[in-house]
């Protein structure tokens, strides 16, 4: 059968959208032999879209006008967490005449201000803030994340104080105040001196008129942290005007860099020299060759050290006025006293995986072991705890419980006497692996969670086990 030849387009002249039938086919002759049909031709509708414009508004996406810089302070949501309402600290927490409607509200404002010279200047990131009450060694810390921050506060500590009426108030409050600076600070990203970071959260403390009955000037260094550095800054606020510590806080807001820093804010003196300046107003005792006064053959353990000007030991910053509860005294020496070396070094700038060598001059903690291990020689049985404690790692991969009990052990044969501030220091440098690492780095922001509180955490979170558990503790991570 012979094929059919396709129809050949058909073009109109642009119209109106106007629906064409093509006229009929006029009748075939009749005929006895069978042909085939006739191609039938295809309804074509066509549209004219020749005059249509785009519209003006259509064409152009309008710019987005900036954002006003704000003009009030940001607050994020506030929360109170009280763990257990009989508790003896908590009673005492609930009963000092406090507004707790307004308590961080209040102190979130005062240290802005104190901070930032208007709320454009403030970071924003935070959008949670929690001030937790509960039973712990460690009197107060601040933890979380960059948008959810938490304050600690010990009831156990509260429950043990001696003051009374307006004291006890200004003590809750002067607490929680220095921890909030350190929810809205800069720190020079981890790279600023420990000493100093502390030292304007009781600066801004000491500004705000909560300044306890027991602080006084003194002390080596100016980095030495806390009341001693506070002294420090407020005279350099004095000598060179309101907002000198608004500069040196925004100057750390990259990172840290002291000559330019200090030269500044002074008119190009160093740090040393303004130290001098101020211990020469003040009648205080400048050390001698070494920067930090250890010319004397003072210990370096950091837990008492030269205290023959007073200011190490009483340098206890809010915590002079617990009795000598021994879980207690040694819990607070690594949050407040910053005294030679070792707090400095164990809150700022400390990360996991550092490498780390274990020196020890104690004979009292081969001593305490020799009758334990079947080893001769008390060297040879230190140097051997000493390379365990160097060579312990955590990945994340096994119990935290089991890890935290063997630290600890090792810990107590190689130094019983360890500062809570320098066994941070150790558990830090202890953590290895991706998973732990990107969890600590997240959970200690501030690199400024104590001791005791590190190790409970890195106990209760990382359980190891099942892949079922891993898989649990990485989603956690990842909401955190």
């Not at 009673?91 to 454009?120: I, N, W």
């Not at 164990?346 to 081969?366: E, Q, V, W």
């Not at 790692?393 to 630290?407: C, H, L, P, S, W």
């Not at 006497?417 to 320098?422: E, G, P």
Request: with cysteine; proline share 6%; glycine share 10%.
């Amino acid at each position: 059968m012979a094929q059919t030849a396709k129809p050949e387009p058909v073009f109109m002249a642009t119209t109106p959208a106007t629906l064409h039938a093509p006229p009929a086919p006029p009748a075939a002759p009749p005929t006895t032999a069978p042909s085939p049909a006739a191609p039938q031709p295809t309804s074509i509708l066509v549209l004219d879209t020749s005059s249509k414009k785009p519209h003006p508004s259509k064409s152009k996406k309008k710019p987005k006008k900036p954002k006003p810089p704000r003009e009030t302070w940001h607050i994020p949501v506030l929360r109170l967490e009280l763990h257990d309402l009989a508790h003896a600290g908590t009673q005492r927490f609930l009963t000092a005449g406090l507004d707790l409607s307004t308590l961080l509200k209040t102190a979130v404002t005062a240290v802005l201000s104190r901070l930032y010279a208007s709320p454009a200047a403030q970071p924003a990131k935070v959008k949670t803030l929690k001030l937790v009450v509960r039973a712990m060694d460690t009197l107060a810390y601040t933890t979380g994340t960059a948008r959810a921050k938490e304050i600690h506060l010990s009831s156990s500590y509260l429950a043990q104080l001696t003051l009374t009426g307006q004291a006890l108030a200004d003590e809750i409050l002067g607490v929680v105040r220095h921890e909030m600076v350190h929810v809205w600070q800069h720190n020079g990203r981890g790279a600023a001196p420990g000493g100093l970071v502390e030292g304007i959260a009781d600066w801004v403390r000491m500004r705000d008129g909560l300044v306890p009955a027991h602080w006084s000037r003194g002390g080596r260094r100016w980095d030495e942290g806390y009341q001693v550095t506070a002294y420090f800054l407020e005279w350099l606020e004095d000598c060179y005007g309101e907002g000198t510590m608004r500069a040196v806080n925004e100057g750390m807001k990259g990172g840290y860099d002291e000559e330019a820093l200090w030269a500044g804010v002074s008119g190009g003196k160093t740090v040393g020299t303004l130290w001098g300046e101020y211990c020469e107003a003040f009648g205080i005792e400048v050390p001698g060759d070494g920067e930090d006064g250890s010319d004397d053959g003072s210990s370096g353990s950091g837990e008492e050290g030269d205290s023959s000007d007073g200011s190490d030991s009483d340098d206890d910053g809010e915590l002079v006025a617990i009795p000598a509860t021994p879980s207690l005294i040694a819990a607070k020496k690594s949050v407040y006293i910053a005294s030679d070396h070792s707090e400095a070094a164990a809150t700022r700038g400390t990360r996991p995986g550092s490498a780390l060598s274990i020196t020890t001059t104690s004979s009292a903690a081969a001593a305490s072991s020799s009758d334990a291990w079947p080893f001769t020689g008390e060297q040879a049985l230190t140097t051997l705890m000493q390379s365990r404690l160097q060579s312990l790692t955590y990945d994340g991969t096994t119990d935290g419980r089991r890890f935290v009990r063997e630290f600890e052990a090792l810990v107590d044969r190689v130094a019983p006497d360890m500062s809570d501030a320098d066994k941070r220091l150790l558990l830090v440098t202890a953590l290895r692996g991706e998973k732990v690492v990107r969890w600590y780095e997240e959970w200690d922001l501030e690199d400024e969670v104590p001791y005791g509180a590190l190790a409970e955490e890195v106990a209760r979170r990382w359980r190891g086990g099942s892949g079922r558990e891993a898989r649990r503790v990485e989603r956690e991570a990842k909401m955190d």
